[in-house]
């Protein structure tokens, strides 16, 4: 079975402003780990995938940081957009780039390149039982994360937990799905839950190549009319003009949105390794090592009577007393300051300064 790696480094992760920046995004930031969360991503993807089956799909203004970051990845093997269009496109221009080099067979897995990961067995085997059941039944096959909590910051995935026609598989945790669930509030999210057949959406995905094309030619047929007329100019001089055409022509789309939800060869593989998309400050709080206060503290940092915080400068001296509960980032040119619960909320300051065209932040 010859199987690749797409790793999909285009978001903007806004929500973890000030050190995720629109010229920068939380991808090539180190937040929780060793390295950025690129490099991250790559080096757990390097036991199951030779190097040269690895790459990694970005919007051309960001190839420097992949350059930088991984700069054992092969120049070729980073693939370009001109700018982001979501996750369906993105796909399909990395597939359609890969098209003359690997067979209708080949599995392919994508990956998000912000994600924590934690217990990188657990999710070896996962995957690996992923890519056996897209290599054998032909289907789409994602990860869904067994809920620790009722999180709203998170999609959900509702399974059957029925073992028709799945065998040992379903042993494994192979499950049907029955229904996608956008980020659900608070209630919602308890009911998902308490029902216990629901788990999160890792937006890892799986599938062949030739299932991949006939769901996109299903799904979205304007954009695989799209797609095919692309595909007669890879390996020639002027893809990169043909790609910066096609895109003007495409709308932007999830791949969750635009296929998985839709598709009826869908399965899913319950899975229990440490996962978490790292969407906003609160989640970086909750994965951080603590101090005996439950603070995490970074930086040149003084704290009295301070507990259940996260603290962090870059630059200057930062001091605080008789706090609890905050959440302060101090860059070399941004300060934010929040209440821990809430920083959600970031993504109103970042809406506010588009308005008032405060850019030089942003």
Known sequence: MTKIALILAGGTGTKLWPKSREKQPKQFVHFVGEGTMLMNTYLRLLPLFPLENIFVVTPSYFKHFVEEQLPELPNENIITEPFPRNTAPCIALAMTQLSKKFDKNTVVAAFPSDQVIFNIREFHHSLEIAMSVANELNGIVTLGIK?????????????????????????????????????????????FIETGDFLWNSGIFVWKFDEFWIAFDLYLPDQSKIFKVLKKFVGKDSFQMAVEDAYKKIDSVSIDYAILEKAQNVFVVESSFGWSDLSNWDEVYRLSMKDGRDNFIEGDVITVNVSNSYILSEDKLVAISDLDNIIVIHTKDALLICKRGKSENVQEIIDYMKRKQIVRFL
């Open 147 to 191: 809920p620790t909590r009722p999180a709203t910051s998170y999609g959900y995935i509702q399974v059957k937990q029925n073992s028709r026609d799945l065998g040992f598989l379903y042993d494994n945790g192979v499950r049907y799905t029955t229904t996608f669930a956008e980020k659900p509030d608070l209630e919602t999210a308890k009911r």
